[in-house]
């Protein structure tokens, strides 16, 4: 069983540039979340996506959005990238879209530098 | 919306100690509070969760409390070991919110040899 995967590991963008981040599933997960942490803080909900459908948002701009595929591997895209953009990126995979019916599992994260 | 405030920051103990995080929540709905433990370099993992039907909740070493009336939750580590030092964070949601978790600031947990 292949656990969640994220690529790139580490990338660095200038201001205002567009970032694109992916992630893979765990094996029979069908639900993907994203979130963002910036340093020395708490995970901060993005979005999640489950059946290639977004299905709850937390408090970011439009600029962030995202994609789901059949395959329930998701991107994670930022546009016109600011400094505050700086952070961890970390997707989530799960077996189920809510009712808090199980635990979340983690990638290692996406380290985003915006200079 | 739901807002989790986490203590203490850090906190060191000697091996062999017992440690104990506190947690207090705002929104009254929220009914599901899981325990993540993050190592350096990696994602969080779960290491123990508790429901709102539930006060308390024992694996091994680590315990969870729950206090619905005073929104407010502790994991708690007993016989502390150096593999237990990591960042351990807290967080909360409910059932009509998906997966969408609110963290706490995180304790950063050092344990002495």
């Known amino acids: 069983e292949t656990g969640v995967t994220q690529s790139p590991t580490h990338l660095i963008k200038t201001r205002g540039q567009q970032v694109t981040l992916r992630c893979s599933s765990q094996s029979g997960h069908n639900t993907v979340s994203w979130y963002q942490q910036a340093l020395g803080q708490g995970p901060q909900f993005i979005f999640q996506?489950?059946?290639?459908?977004?299905?709850g948002r937390g408090n970011f701009p439009p600029r962030f959005s995202g994609l789901q595929f059949p395959n329930y591997s998701s991107e994670l895209n930022v546009n016109a990238l600011e400094l505050d953009d700086s952070a961890l990126y970390l997707c989530a995979s799960s077996l189920a879209p809510g009712g808090n019916t199980g635990e979340l599992f983690f990638g290692e994260g996406s380290r985003l530098t915006v200079l | 919306g739901e807002n989790v405030e986490q203590h203490p920051s850090t906190l060191s103990v000697q091996e062999g100690d017992s440690a104990v995080i506190k947690c207090t929540y705002s929104d009254s709905a929220s009914n599901y509070f899981p325990w993540y433990k993050q190592e350096l370099g990696k994602g969080p993992q779960l290491i123990i969760d508790?429901?709102?039907?539930?006060g308390e909740k024992k694996d091994q070493r680590i315990a969870v409390t729950l206090n619905k009336t005073a929104k407010h939750f502790s994991l708690h580590i007993t016989e502390t070991q150096p593999e237990d030092s990591a960042v351990y964070f807290c967080a909360a949601s409910k059932n009509n919110a998906g997966n969408m978790l609110t963290f706490g600031g995180g304790t950063r947990l050092m344990v002495k040899p």
């Open positions: 508790i429901r709102s039907n539930v």
């Open positions: 996506y489950y059946r290639e459908e977004e299905n």
